[in-house]
């Protein structure tokens, strides 16, 4: 029966179908002790154990490890004493030992980016007490080594001195495995795992300087605190920033009794899925190995089997294995155990009714007891995602509004990768066969090395096998290969969670870092040397393969349309073309909200024609260039208005500064001059002349306008001929016109002015009018202060947050990089400010001048259209401010759809 606790305890236990927690506990317990606990309340076979919750490694953060152990010492030796209770041994103990194992567990899966111990309590006492225990002395003795190697990694340092060196433990194995002319760790005899115990031991000693420790509890405390700092390790802090995941949640700490998959051939170890985290399809799947331990499948050490018959059968024919072959060497959980096998399978569907959500679950079988180790939400990509929430609200076990915040948003972005071209794919030569990890399609050069990934602008990750030490190497590469693991190792795992394409377990590839070469079939590959990856099937490909735009499959559309029927507020796109419009439009943006008219100067027709109006000395000369832009900016707006048919666009007038338009290259310059007829010498000093020592606050924008007023006269004239074109050919365009940067109202009125004025030009050339706005980019700061003002003549707000945050922060954009990833590491600042809106700061100036535009004008329409347009966060903030509309990139407006109509179900 449940056991929920009133007061905030620092430690938890559970076990025996009883706990002081629940699965509604993770902030606290961290997602491995909520399930753990949740799992005891349901009766499913979970070792006994406690958790340290992630109050405690907040405090150890604080305060240091010697005031932490003292604070929590008496409540985890009441909570050892528990775990002996119910498992009927005792920690320390020779004659019938208790050993542990202590993991990590943050509130949210970080999968291999904290640390783990097994088989903690062992000693040269106890480890001759555990082989009389089990009558398994050849177990007792390889438990130990593996306990002396993790914790050596773990707590000791004990990790390799270089990239190109293997780790010193497995030197000290393989180097044995050499002399006894053995190849697997399984064929080790006892002595020798006795003599391996004992160099592992004296490496210890010679590296470290101490002696391995033996007390148990000193071994705990070591564990413990080790625990709590892979917390603020390297990977964890970078995987983390990958995810925006805070500091100071913390990690909990879990102490469970051990069981043991390494006890014979009817034990074992696994992982397995409760759907495919590739595909999202509904069938159970996963891997085990026979006399093994945990690690031992996630690290890719050692290939594992399939757990269901199906699975094996598709694995065989991937791995061109006969059937004959794969039912001897290579069965299924399913068909060697079947009994263990159906309790599982009777497991993981009451733990996916349970959650009603995809479960990864970690199992040991000791002797022939199962045992379930772990349970969580998997990890999965973006398809899968999708998928597995439209058919959990089909299955009726979740309904429309908790289907949308089942999907993160920003893994909708693996959907709309490229994919493989299949007549290209026809003609593409297959050089070998892996296991198709985590789909997609990647094409890069290859690395041997996760620190170099980023040696090339394309590369192909590509190791033994990968660890959590190669996280940023793997974010950075295009696609991952591993020669070892299967569908559950480290390297396929996190790779699904990036929605990075993977190919695993391509046994037939022989990898040799310190050559940094890759042989295939006799075939050498060098680093450097392009391949490709299809994580669809496993193929590994030689070259380079072209690749189409992906056709979004039916459950992205649903879930577009649930997005639809939950979000009042707009998203609309940042288009400088009728291609980019096109595209945003079949992803179901509601218009545009940002055409940068300055981007279709710099094509090679115009640029010239750009440059002359800059160099003219009058307002004639500069009148007869904006002549020759006219039919071209006409053109443009044409093609985006009838991309948007029926749609609003918003056109930024000119903004950037002038300087941007001219050559900075002395060949150029001279080409300008002969162009132009005029000396080199005139257009060195109108390039001076232009030069700004701050040219993001200098001369631009609407001061651009106000200076030279006949740029506004043209860009207006192009606009409003472009719509009464299209409206001839029966097309209705809504041109919304943006002044940008202004800080007054005098200001917008200046070219307020000049817009109307040739708007009505022009109509009464035509005979005609179209409806139009004219309104304003609110960029500076000084503009949200005095929005009340602005409003009285402007009809639309849009608020051009990567301006306003350089300005609200004084931080240059092209600058900040020197500095804010330091920020962000010493927490002066949580996230990016260029890629999340700062709610604090920025976001007081959108809500302020939201809020004072519409108390002159009511209904004043309010958007942004910087960059935050499109990120999650921010998005929800808008909604939460009652803008009209986001604006943000083509490919981010399914993400901006999908948060739009989250923000909307949270806030109700």
């Not at 044409?638 to 338009?661: K, S, Y």
């Not at 162009?675 to 005139?682: Q, R």
């Amino acid at each position: 029966m449940e056991t929920i606790q009133d007061v905030k305890m620092n430690v938890y236990k559970f076990g025996n179908k009883t706990a002081d927690g629940n699965t509604k506990m993770k902030n606290l317990l961290g997602g491995k002790g909520a399930n753990l606990a949740e799992m005891s309340l349901l009766g499913i076979p979970v070792p006994a154990g406690f958790t340290i919750t992630t109050e405690v490694c907040t405090k150890y953060n604080e305060v240091g490890q010697e005031e932490t152990v003292e604070m929590i010492r008496a409540d985890v030796e009441e909570a050892i004493k528990n775990v002996e209770s119910i498992m009927g041994s005792t920690f320390g103990d020779q004659e019938n030992p208790l050993l542990i194992s202590v993991r990590s567990g943050a509130r949210v899966s970080m999968p291999g980016m904290m640390d783990t111990v097994l088989n903690l309590g062992l000693n040269d006492e106890v480890v001759i007490g555990l082989a009389e225990k089990t009558g398994n002395e050849r177990f007792a003795w390889d438990s130990y080594r593996r306990f002396i190697q993790m914790y050596g990694d773990v707590v000791l340092g004990m990790k390799p001195e270089s990239k190109e060196d293997i780790d010193p433990f497995e030197e000290i194995m393989e180097a044995l495995k050499h002399k006894r002319d053995i190849e697997l760790d399984t064929e080790f005899s006892i002595q020798d795992l006795k003599d391996l115990v004992y160099d592992f031991k004296d490496a210890v000693k010679k590296r470290t300087g101490h002696d391995f420790p033996t007390n148990p509890w000193d071994q705990l405390w070591g564990a413990v605190v080790a625990v709590f700092d892979s917390w603020n390790g390297d990977r964890a802090v970078y995987y983390r920033n990958m995810h925006g995941y805070p500091a100071n949640w913390g990690t909990a700490v879990n102490v469970q009794a051990m069981v043991y998959g390494n006890m014979g051939d009817n034990s074992g170890t696994g992982v397995c899925f409760t759907r495919d985290a590739g595909t999202g399809e509904d069938v159970f799947n996963g891997e085990y190995l026979i006399n093994a331990q945990g690690e031992d499948v996630v690290a890719g050490t050692r290939t594992p089997q399939q757990i269901t018959k199906l699975g094996s059968l598709r694995w065989a024919e991937l791995a061109k294995v006969e059937e004959e072959d794969r039912f001897k060497n290579y069965p299924s959980l399913e068909e060697l155990m079947p009994a263990i096998y159906n309790e599982l399978n009777e497991y993981q569907q009451k733990l996916e009714d349970h959650y009603k959500d995809m479960q990864d679950m970690e199992f040991t079988m000791q002797d022939g007891k199962l045992w379930i180790l772990q349970t969580r939400n998997g990890k999965r990509t973006g398809a899968a995602m999708v998928k597995i929430a439209i058919d959990k609200l089909k299955e009726g076990s979740i309904d429309e509004k908790e289907a949308l915040l089942r999907i993160e948003p920003n893994k909708l972005d693996e959907l709309l990768h490229p994919v493989f071209n299949p007549k290209a794919l026809k003609k593409a030569n297959v050089i070998a066969q892996g296991l198709p990890a985590s789909p997609g399609a990647a094409t890069g050069q290859i690395v041997f090395f996760a620190d170099e990934a980023n040696k090339y602008k394309n590369t192909i990750l590509t190791r033994i096998e990968t660890s959590p030490e190669d996280l940023e190497g793997m974010n950075i590469a295009k696609g991952i290969l591993t020669a070892r693991g299967g569908m559950t190792s480290h390297a396929a795992v996190v790779a699904r969670g990036m929605g990075k394409c993977c190919v695993s377990g391509a046994g037939a590839l022989k990898i040799n870092y310190k050559k940094r070469t890759l042989v295939v079939d006799g075939h050498e590959y060098h680093e450097g040397d392009w391949i490709s990856l299809n994580g669809s099937t496993g193929n590994i490909i030689e070259g380079k393969v072209a690749t189409i735009e992906p056709e979004l499959s039916g459950e992205f559309a649903e879930i577009m349309e649930l997005s639809a029927k939950y979000s009042k507020m707009k998203v609309r796109t940042n288009a400088d073309s009728p291609k980019d419009a096109k595209v945003a439009r079949r992803f179901g943006a509601q218009g545009i909200g940002l055409t940068r008219t300055e981007h279709m100067f710099f094509e090679v027709d115009r640029i010239k024609a750009m440059r002359e109006m800059i160099l003219a000395e009058t307002v004639k000369g500069r009148k007869e260039a904006l002549e020759q832009l006219l039919p071209m900016q006409r053109e443009d707006f044409e093609g985006i208005f009838e991309a948007m048919e029926g749609l609003p666009v918003t056109v930024r007038l000119l903004d950037p500064p002038l300087h941007e338009f001219v050559p900075h290259q002395l060949a150029h310059q001279k080409e300008l001059a002969e162009e132009m007829h005029i000396s080199l010498d005139a257009v060195k000093a109108k390039i001076v002349e232009l030069e700004e020592f701050n040219p993001m606050l200098g001369h631009r924008g609407c001061r651009l306008g106000i200076t030279y007023p006949e740029i506004t006269e043209m860009q207006t004239r192009a606009i409003i001929e472009a719509a009464l074109n299209l409206k001839e050919k029966g097309i209705e365009a809504k041109p919304e016109i943006m002044v940008p940067l202004i800080g007054t109202l005098a200001e917008f009125v200046s070219q307020e002015e000049i817009i109307r004025t040739t708007a009505k030009k022009v109509f009464e050339e035509r005979n005609d009018t179209i409806e139009f706005l004219v309104g304003t980019m609110i960029e500076i700061p000084r503009a949200a202060l005095t929005a009340n003002l602005i409003a009285q003549r402007a009809e639309f707000f849009s608020f051009g947050t990567n301006d306003l945050t350089q300005m609200a922060f004084g931080y240059s954009r092209d600058d900040a990089g020197k500095f804010l990833p330091i920020y962000i590491e010493k927490g002066i600042l949580k996230v990016d400010p260029f890629e999340a809106l700062d709610q604090e700061g920025v976001g007081q100036l959108v809500e302020l001048g939201t809020e004072r535009g519409r108390s002159t004008k009511p209904n004043l329409k309010v958007g942004i259209c910087g960059e935050h347009g499109g990120e999650p966060s921010s998005i929800e903030f808008c909604y939460n401010t009652n803008l009209d509309y986001v604006s943000c990139s083509p490919f981010r407006v399914p993400i901006a759809r999908l948060s739009a109509a989250q923000a909307q179900i949270k806030a109700s």
